[in-house]
């Protein structure tokens, strides 16, 4: 689309236009088969402009997981609401993910498959992202078992190690509920819910699952080296 056919507008505003369009195609292509030319062309701008903007296609791809990345996080932490009970927080804060990565599902595969994929810089800024919601869930967990009880028995390591493991499973879910027809964010909350609030719920109040006591198995001895096979005979008179 030629540079003439361009309107004139803000900056900003065209800026967020063109990343608009990118997040698209990222989102649906990804980052090697994304082509600027189709993004200069959704976006309504020439691909030299989008090149004056955003410089290069690497940037480009940053700008965008910067300012999707910032919109998923400030979204959940926006979602959860002061006041609630323990499990009311959990579900308001997942109701906003599944809401949020519902809403804008080419913003979530691009942060979620292609910007790990693609490289070690597209992927360490989603990794910043990711590290800010398990630490603002590890606060909630905390928080929660500080409500639960006066003396909360549960380690800093084992409140963080639940954090990543609920963060890592509501990850997969808006895989799953993104490729299932007919899953609603509503749904998608409510079944991880119900998948950790069961257990969270008992370690809340101080009723942990416990392995069961069990003598350490005796240790399994390295299997004996197999000797080389003995080579076939050679047949006589073969020349």
Request: aromatic content about 6%; overall charge negative.
């Amino acid at each position: 689309m030629g540079a003439g056919k361009t309107k004139r507008m803000p900056r900003a505003v065209r800026e967020q236009q063109m990343l608009d369009a990118a997040v698209s195609v990222f989102g649906r292509r990804g980052y090697m088969a994304a082509s600027m030319d189709e993004i200069a062309e959704l976006a309504g701008v020439s691909k030299p402009l989008v090149y004056l903007y955003l410089n290069s296609k690497d940037d480009l791809f940053s700008a965008c997981i910067g300012r999707e990345a910032r919109a998923l996080t400030e979204a959940v932490r926006a979602g959860v609401r002061p006041g609630l009970s323990a499990d009311g927080q959990l579900w308001s804060g997942l109701r906003a993910f599944f809401s949020h990565t519902a809403r804008h599902p080419d913003a979530w595969r691009m942060l979620h498959l292609h910007a790990r994929t693609h490289g070690e810089r597209f992927a360490a800024e989603v990794a910043a992202m990711r590290a800010e919601i398990v630490a603002f869930v590890t606060q909630l967990i905390a928080a929660a078992a500080r409500d639960a009880h006066r003396d909360p028995h549960l380690p800093e390591g084992e409140v963080a190690g639940l954090a990543e493991a609920l963060v890592g499973a509501a990850e997969s879910l808006a895989d799953w509920a993104g490729a299932t027809e007919g899953v609603t964010a509503k749904q998608a909350a409510a079944t991880l819910m119900n998948f950790a609030w069961a257990g969270l719920g008992d370690l809340m109040t101080g009723r942990p699952w416990t392995p069961p006591e069990e003598p350490e198995p005796e240790p399994v001895p390295d299997p004996a080296p197999r000797a080389a096979p003995s080579p076939a005979p050679v047949a006589q008179g073969a020349g």
